[in-house]
Nanobody, 121 residues
């Protein structure tokens, strides 16, 4: 069994900053890509940023230059540093990992429960 514990969401004024964290634990042999998605009211879930186990990270155009994704492999944790936040960034943010369980070779997806980010004056 895998657990993802997300934290760091909340209410912030436009132009402010927040840092989201997502810590993975449980039956995990290795974690490949880690990422953040978001779903705003009335909209489809969209990719915000991803970071592979090695290589360059990716950020969606809508957040490029404002958001930074990083990971600490010693803690199985992925972070999303969000700056210059806008009201349109308001959404539920979901952590996602691609991992391999012990003894297996396939990759599986796992999602966090989501954390609310609200940008409002």
């Amino acid at each position: 069994q895998v657990q993802l514990v997300e934290s760091g969401g909340g209410l912030v004024q436009p132009g402010g900053s927040l840092r989201l964290s997502c810590a993975a634990s449980g039956s995990i042999s290795s974690i490949h890509a880690m990422g953040w998605y978001r779903r705003a009211p009335g909209k489809e879930r969209e990719l915000v940023a991803t970071i592979p186990s090695g290589g360059s990270s990716y950020c969606a155009d809508s957040v490029k230059g404002r958001f930074t994704i990083s990971r600490d492999n010693t803690k199985n944790t992925v972070y999303l540093q969000m700056s210059s936040l806008k009201p349109e960034d308001s959404a539920i943010y979901y952590c996602n990992i691609q991992y391999t369980p012990p003894g297996l070779t396939w990759r599986y997806d796992y999602w966090g429960q989501g954390t609310q980010v609200t940008v409002s004056a």
